[in-house]
């Protein structure tokens, strides 16, 4: 099946700073989702992305699905973006999504 | 708020006994998908079913099951309990079975083991 890694594991940040998250995948995906793991344990989605680019307010998402990675890249970093982000793929129609191990974002003011 | 709903979002057991999680999905949602999420194993997709019909199996052990009803809500039931069953469980829907569009997770039901 498909595997996903994240990287950085770890990112520590000082508030109005900018950061890269970046997602490599091992297949082809029809499907490729960022989430946002806040400290409730909710996971929010942010970006449903198999390919291309989409921004919404402070983050913007790239995929690239020829080179199999995607990129989430938050700008003007706020505390409240302190989180895990996980980025998730899907491959042939019928499988679920399969997580990476996640990158964990404190932002300190 | 994804518009999908679990129950219930805390639950403390003793270890050998059996709980059910129970997840309604959003409206017009025909798939709905179980994952565990613990610190060692991170978020483990363990079954998918779709309009009925078990869809995709994933790491779900034998001591656990789970059921997908015609009204679409579903159930996934965990028995014989060990601690390390303490867990996040996520239930998540999505419009088709297929891939190519977004799956949304619920809150999450919390699950201790003592």
């Known amino acids: 099946g498909i595997q996903v890694e994240q990287s950085p594991p770890d990112l520590i940040l000082q508030e109005g700073a900018n950061s890269t998250l970046r997602c490599n995948f091992s297949?082809?995906?029809?499907?490729l989702q960022w989430f946002h793991q806040n400290p409730w344990g909710q996971l929010i989605n942010l970006f449903y992305?198999?390919?291309g680019t989409k921004q919404n307010g402070r983050l913007s998402a790239t995929t690239v699905a020829t080179e199999r990675y995607s990129l989430l890249y938050i700008s003007s970093s706020q505390t409240t973006d302190s989180g895990v982000y996980f980025c998730?793929?899907?491959?042939?129609?019928?499988?679920?999504?399969?997580f990476g191990k996640g990158t964990t974002l404190s932002v300190s003011s | 708020d994804s518009g999908v709903t679990q129950t219930p979002k805390h639950l403390i057991t003793a270890t050998g006994q059996r709980v059910t999680l129970r997840c309604s999905p959003r409206s017009g949602d025909l798939s709905v998908y179980w994952y565990q999420q613990s610190l060692d194993q991170g978020l483990q997709f363990l079954i998918q079913?779709?309009?009925?019909?078990?869809?995709a199996k994933g790491n779900i052990l034998e001591r656990f099951s789970a059921q997908q009803f015609p009204d679409l809500h579903s159930e996934l039931n965990l028995s014989s309990l060990e601690l390390g069953d303490s867990a996040l469980y996520f239930c998540?829907?999505?419009?088709?079975?297929?891939?190519?569009?977004?799956?949304?997770f619920g809150e999450g039901s919390w699950l201790t083991v003592v």
């Open positions: 297949d082809s995906v029809n499907n």
């Open positions: 992305i198999p390919s």
């Open positions: 998540a829907s999505s419009e088709y079975g297929g891939g190519g569009n977004t799956i949304y």
């Open positions: 079913y779709y309009n009925g019909e078990e869809r």
């Open positions: 998730a793929a899907g491959g042939q129609a019928g499988t679920a999504l399969i």
